[in-house]
């Protein structure tokens, strides 16, 4: 059985806590898009991991793990999440693979992504400043990128890195008027990176088809979220990558069509990092009251995640867009508490009313939020074990979630660790 995590909202979802626990009876765990901007956190009894490159199955030792060609792997991060494994005794020889395409983030693509962020002022799209957009335009330019593979020839690397390094400082000191980098010192780091990293790198391609054919279980793991997707998403204030189901194909190389099921990952409210727009935040003591009991604050950057109502418009849209089989809704237990919920379930726009979220900012920006208005429950639902045994307010909402985003809720958190995860078996609609 194949099967793909994805995001429904703008990140962030718990995505991480699913992959971990579908990936005990998964052999191979794939990351296929994005990058260092993701921060997938995994509670592990009292233990905490949070990682940024290494597909969240890493801490299962038994499942092998795949970073496929559409990630971009920033090195440095990828060693430290390595060795920080090794230290807590999780080893990943023999276990991981990286593909020989995926393209690396180097220095300069991170002063990049710092410098164009400083110089937009309030315009800024609030990135992770982890060197992803200037790595993916690299990728997309061809002619300056480098790519894992490009480490087993170190005299062309030498020779490429000089002819890169010399048109990035010229944009630097013309655009920035910053201080130039030196080709010598990247040339090193890759030199090392290189030892490092070699024996990991191969055609994960290959690798992926031999797996399928040997009838192995496989788990794709989408990073970010479908609102952050570069070509579904709230462009531009999203990330440089397909983070829809829909990158899953062309960021591992193996087709949809061998995935048995996509499963939607989303919070029981929304949560946004970085600027953009976002019809249904709570810029008020509510919003306040979902950051602090969900602890809403980013794993990468430890910046305040804006806060704000389920926005079943979203996600429905997500589900649409990604072909989502069932869903995740994560963070149940983080609503406890409140007098009264809501669910947007349409936006009214020049007069109209749409069901169907408009992924075009200047239409979003006009958006009026339908919304439909639901009791809450006071009692703490995080030892729930089973839905039968949630409040029936509890279970009102997660009834109205699955209507109106037309997907069956399957699994729901009602807390951060494995065990705090109810499993249902309704049907797909
Ligand atoms: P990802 O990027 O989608 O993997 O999500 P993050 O790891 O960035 O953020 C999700 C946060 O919510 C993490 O700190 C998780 O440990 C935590 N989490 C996941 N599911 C639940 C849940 O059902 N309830 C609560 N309270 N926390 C959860
Ligand atoms: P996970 O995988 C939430 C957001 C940034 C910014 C925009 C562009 O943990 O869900 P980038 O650095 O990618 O150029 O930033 O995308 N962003 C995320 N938000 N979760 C993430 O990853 C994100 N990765 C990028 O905050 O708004
Ligand atoms: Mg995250």
Redesign the pocket.
């Known amino acids: 059985m194949n099967r793909c995590v994805v ?1 429904l909202q703008w ?9 971990d626990i579908l990936a005990e009876d998964s052999d191979i765990v794939v990351r296929y898009n994005g990058g260092a901007n ?6 592990v009894g009292n233990d ?1 991991f ?1 990682l940024h490159l290494l597909p ?1 199955g890493a801490i299962r030792p038994g499942t092998a793990c795949v970073i496929a060609n559409a990630v971009v792997v920033d090195p440095e991060t990828l060693l430290e999440e390595i060795e920080e494994l090794d230290r807590r005794g999780i080893g990943l020889n023999g276990r991981l693979f990286i593909s020989e395409n995926a393209h690396l983030v180097l220095d300069y693509h991170k002063k990049e992504d710092r410098l164009r962020e400083e110089s937009l002022g309030k315009k800024k799209i609030g990135t992770t400043i982890r060197g992803i957009g200037p790595c993916c335009a690299d990728k997309a330019g061809r002619s300056y990128a480098v790519r894992m593979g490009d480490l087993r020839d170190l005299a062309g690397l030498q020779d490429k890195l000089r002819t890169v390094v010399e048109y990035k400082n010229r944009i630097f000191a013309a655009l920035y008027n910053a201080e130039p980098m030196d080709a010598s010192v990247i040339f090193e780091k890759c030199k090392s990176y290189a030892e490092k990293l070699l024996p990991f790198t191969l055609d994960t391609t290959a690798y992926l088809h031999g797996a399928l054919a040997d009838g192995k279980a496989i788990l794709f793991e989408g ?3 479908t609102l952050l997707d570069i070509d579904h998403g709230t462009f531009p204030f999203v990330t440089s990558s397909n983070a829809s189901s829909l990158g899953m194909p062309s960021g591992s190389g193996v087709p949809a069509k061998m995935v048995d099921e996509f499963i939607g ?1 989303a ?2 409210y929304t949560t946004r990092v970085g600027a953009g727009p976002f019809p249904t935040e709570l810029d008020n003591e509510i919003g306040q009251f979902i950051r602090d ?4 604050y ?3 950057t430890g910046r305040p995640r804006r806060c704000g109502w389920f926005d079943a418009v979203v996600v429905a849209y997500s589900v649409a867009v990604g072909g989502i089989d069932s869903v995740a809704l ?5 609503l406890s508490g409140l007098d009264e919920l809501k669910i947007c379930i349409g936006y009214e726009i020049d007069g109209e009313k749409t069901a169907f979220f408009p992924a075009n900012i200047s239409k979003l920006a006009k958006a009026k939020c339908i919304y439909e208005t639901l009791p809450g429950w006071k009692e703490d639902i ?1 030892q729930a074990g089973d839905f039968g045994r949630l409040p029936v307010n509890a279970q009102n909402y997660v009834a109205l979630v699955e209507k109106s985003i037309k997907a069956p809720v399957k699994m ?5 660790k494995r065990r ?2 109810i499993f249902r078996n309704v049907h797909s609609r």
């Open positions: 995001g990140g962030d979802e718990g995505k991480g806590k699913i992959v993701a921060g997938h956190t995994v509670v905490s949070a969240s990073a970010q979220g990952v919070k029981a009991k969900g602890y809403e980013g794993t990468t994560l963070h149940l237990d983080t995080t729901i958190g009602v807390g951060p705090q995860t």
